[in-house]
Structures are given as C-alpha cells and as structure tokens.
T-cell receptor, first 112, second 114 residues
Framework: SQQGEEDPQALSIQEGENATMNCSYK?????LQWYRQNSGRGLVHLIL?????REKHSGRLRVTLDTSKKSSSLLITASRAADTASYFC????????????FGKGTKLTVNP | EPEVTQTPSHQVTQMGQEVILRCVPI?????FYWYRQILGQKVEFLVS????????KSEIFDDQFSVERPDGSNFTLKIRSTKLEDSAMYFC????????????FGDGTRLSIL
C-alpha cells in the first residue's frame, strides 16, 4: 500500500480548541492534499502542499509536510462546531500517475 | 464557483442489473476521474480519463466497468452486471489538465445493490 494511516482515527474537542490530524505515506510524492467530507456528502478540497514545500496556510488551516518522515499534519485553529467532519489526506505519487491515494481519515467532532 | 454535479444522488438496483452513474465535470476541465467509497472504508481510485480515453485504471475497474464521455459535458460510469459488493458511494472528480491538481469532487451517488 502506498498510503499509511491517519491518526487519530477520531478526535473530539471543544469549540475554540485547536485540532491536529496527522497523515503518513510510504513512497515519494508529488503533492499532498487535504480534503474534508461532511457526513454523506462529497469531498471538499482544503489545501494542497507540494513535495518541495514545508508549510502552507489557508485561513485557520495550517499544513506541514516532512518528506524525510513521509508525514503531514493538518492543524485547524480556533475550531468551530461547523468544522465537524471527516478529514482525509490524499497524495499523488511520483511516476506520472494522476490518481489520488487516500488515507482512512480522521473523524473530527467539535462540541459547542 | 463551478461545481462537479452527479446524478442521481441515490440509486437502488437489483443485483445483476446494469447501472449508469452520471457526472457533469467542471466545464473547462480536461481530466476526469471516478472513485468509490465503501461504507466505513477509504476512498479508492477507479479510473481516470483524458483526451477521450482511459488514462489509468485500478484493479477494481474490471470488465464489468466502463466509462464514456458521450458528449461535451457528461462523463458516465457504467456497471454492466452489478454485484452486492458494488454497493458504495461513487464520486466523480475533475481537474483542469494533466499534472494540474487539485481534483474537484462531486457530492457522489450512493449505489445500493439489493
């Protein structure tokens, strides 16, 4: 398998707290993307980080990438109840393939 | 903002029947994909389509599956003879071109095989 696991599998926090989710992978990547999925809905693209980047920000989201450890983390700051969803990392791998390989995801619950 | 749209949102079909899932990708996108998500499992790649032909397919995408772009806007996934294990959420995605990410996903079609 090219993709590792995300951890934690589930995360429950209070509104206003920060949420950190981690993702690991096994082979060299072109880029790593984070997606969000509300229950029963489609995948919404959040942020993309390229293999030559180490950190990226978008609003309350911060993504880091450590290619030496083959891992990434997604930080959501000042969480809101509306952030409750499943979060997936997905990678495209070197070698010309365009397909995304997804992790199992982290189910985030933000309690009001 | 442009969206990928999928129809129907839910499809219930008897085992052995053919089913066609429909997608309208974002209008200026050139690269199209199908993924599926069995309940409680990972999102899995099925097939990618570019320049009117399959670019890549997974082991899941066997002879029972086919894709087509019948006109300038629709992109379809056909399952010829459905099995119980085909029950899943099927997502269509599109991206602007080869080598250009991210992929934009539709809301999915929930396929239930009885």
């Amino acid at each position: 398998s090219q993709q590792g696991e995300e951890d934690p599998q589930a995360l429950s926090i209070q509104e206003g707290e920060n949420a950190t989710m981690n993702c690991s992978y096994k082979t060299s990547i072109n880029n790593l993307q984070w997606y969000r999925q509300n229950s029963g809905r489609g995948l919404v693209h959040l942020i993309l980080i390229r293999s030559n980047e180490r950190e990226k920000h978008s609003g309350r989201l911060r993504v880091t990438l450590d290619t030496s450890k083959k891992s990434s983390s997604l930080l959501i700051t000042a969480s809101r109840a509306a952030d409750t969803a499943s979060y997936f990392c997905a990678t495209t791998f070197q070698g010309g393939s365009e397909k995304l390989v997804f992790g199992k995801g982290t189910k985030l619950t933000v309690n009001p | 903002e442009p969206e990928v749209t999928q129809t129907p949102s839910h499809q219930v079909t008897q085992m052995g029947q053919e089913v066609i899932l429909r997608c309208v990708p974002i209008s200026n996108h050139l690269y199209f994909y199908w993924y599926r998500q069995i309940l409680g499992q990972k999102v899995e790649f099925l097939v990618s389509f570019y320049n009117n032909e399959i670019s890549e397919k997974s082991e899941i995408f066997d002879d029972q599956f086919s894709v087509e772009r019948p006109d300038g806007s629709n992109f379809t996934l056909k399952i010829r003879s459905t099995k119980l294990e085909d029950s899943a959420m099927y997502f269509c995605a599109s991206s602007p071109n080869r080598g250009v990410q991210p992929q934009h996903f539709g809301d999915g079609t929930r396929l239930s095989i009885l």
